[in-house]
């Protein structure tokens, strides 16, 4: 099973993925990109935390 810090790794991976993404997407699916980027973020920094509280 996967452990949070590789878990934080592939979420920073797709937040990238997005960002990527979204700078040749339409301004409405950038919109969407941006969200999927900040919210892969948000899981990137709750496995970290996860991974420091050693759950």
Not at 1 to 26: E, I, P, T, V
Not at 28 to 40: F, G, N, P, Y
């Amino acid at each position: 099973m996967d452990n949070d810090k590789d878990n934080a790794r592939k979420f920073r991976q797709y937040a990238a993925q997005c960002l990527q993404l979204a700078q040749r997407a339409s301004e409405e699916d950038r919109k969407v990109l941006m969200e999927l980027a900040k919210a892969w973020r948000l899981c990137a920094e709750e496995a970290e935390r996860q991974e420091q509280s050693g759950s």
